[in-house]
């Protein structure tokens, strides 16, 4: 009973570590490409330009967008069919259209690659008086504008900014500033309606909600934008998450990760224990399960070190398309000092994708991906009882 309760024990942490390590690198690949792409600035600044200025308006639209709505349109029937999963690739309609995505594509192809929403970067301070803010908000970018009362929480990246997070305590008082330097909150107002700008129905919202209290309608302000960045964080999660899963199916793949195989494994490892434990009573041929494992010419000896200094954890990482491997002649130069080797397995790799029998594994290992990095962490120091350490180191 004592020897099944840590076969299962074994097999619980071997999964979860695995399944932890394979997470990891879901979350690392998915996080070095929404840096590299800017998804996080780009998707916020998408949003703020939709607030403050309006919709995206088909002026000035890059050249590949235009190209490529040409090039539809020159099919006709085929073409005509085409557009409706490739709108967002193409050209705003004349009546505008919104800088937020509408589908994962607009996420990882239109908004890397079109026109970007996020303002120039300026390496100088924010301005220190209200001259010229009436001319900024009656001719120019309500969203420049917010981004000059921000300066000081920028960094440059290819001269445009790269904030991705604003709090909304500080988002407050740059409108307010804005406010104060153009005359007060009434006059913001109305310049505002005047303008058709999407931010003149919530402001007067909050402004007549605190009925015209100045400092109330600066937390208001503050509130109605958390609440923004809320909804606007889980829109970006729903988007996001598709990328993870396809991100999911690609490292199972790579790997040749079979969750359900590990099991067999740790099965047939303990077996193997057993039939070595078993060799001084019964002789060599006890050893013949575990040189099946081996090649037919390898010494019984050598292979049952092998086999069993190859545990199944191990194994899960070791059928992807190249491996690498410590043993007695050390590397590709045979130097004999034990370092590591590369080993191509891209035959047996293909092969282990393209049998049926490993498919329920795969999937199983892919599901259990989706779950991210934080929750196979929480669980594997649930069962080994690792305890995280506070402030100050204290146990919690």
């Not at 539809?72 to 800088?99: I, N």
């Not at 001319?135 to 991705?164: C, M, V």
């Not at 070190?305 to 194994?315: E, G, I, N, Q, R």
């Not at 929480?378 to 009882?385: A, E, M, N, Q, S």
Request: net charge neutral.
């Amino acid at each position: 009973m004592i020897a099944l309760i840590s076969y299962y024990a074994d097999l619980a942490i071997g999964l979860v570590l695995a399944f932890l390590l394979l997470s990891l690198l879901v979350s690392g690949i998915n996080e070095g490409i929404v840096r590299l792409l800017a998804i996080r600035s780009k998707f916020l600044w998408a949003y703020l330009r939709d607030t403050f200025d309006g919709a995206e308006k088909p002026d000035g639209e890059s050249p590949p967008a235009r190209f490529l709505d040409r090039f539809l349109r020159s099919f006709k029937g085929l073409g005509h069919r085409l557009r409706a999963p490739l709108m967002e690739l193409l050209p705003p309609p004349a009546q505008g259209r919104s800088r937020l995505p509408a589908s994962v594509l607009g996420v990882f192809a239109r908004l890397p690659f079109g026109r970007d929403p996020r303002p120039r970067f300026s390496p100088g301070p924010a301005p220190a008086d209200g001259g010229g803010a009436g001319e900024s908000l009656s001719g120019g970018s309500l969203t420049d504008l917010l981004h000059e009362r921000l300066r000081e929480i920028d960094h440059g990246k290819r001269g445009k900014t790269t904030i991705a997070d604003i709090p909304p305590v500080r988002f407050a008082v740059a409108v307010m500033e804005i406010a104060t330097e153009h005359g007060g909150v009434e006059a913001l107002m109305r310049d505002l309606d005047r303008m058709k700008s999407p931010l003149y129905r919530p402001l007067k919202a909050v402004w007549d909600r605190v009925e015209h209290d100045a400092e109330s309608f600066r937390r208001g302000v503050g509130e109605w934008f958390d609440g923004e960045m809320e909804r606007l964080s889980i829109l970006y999660r729903r988007y996001v998450r598709w990328v993870v899963a396809v991100l999911a199916v690609a490292v199972t793949l790579l790997f040749g990760a079979d969750a359900l195989e590990y099991g067999k494994n740790l099965l047939r490892d303990n077996a193997y224990r057993s039939g070595v434990s078993a060799f001084a009573q019964s002789g060599p041929e006890a050893l013949a399960p575990i040189t099946r494992e081996c090649g037919p010419e390898q010494d019984a000896y050598a292979c049952v070190t092998d086999v069993l200094s190859t545990p199944a954890f191990v194994k899960i990482f070791a059928n992807a398309p190249v491996s690498v491997t410590m043993g007695e002649g050390g590397g590709d130069g045979g130097d004999g000092d034990g370092g590591p080797a590369w080993v191509s397995n891209w035959g047996g790799w293909w092969d282990r994708l393209s049998s049926p029998g490993h498919w329920p594994g795969f999937l199983v290992t892919a599901l259990a991906l989706l779950f991210g990095a934080p929750f196979w962490w929480d669980l594997l120091r649930r069962i080994t009882g690792l305890r995280s350490r506070g402030v100050g180191g204290a146990e919690k």
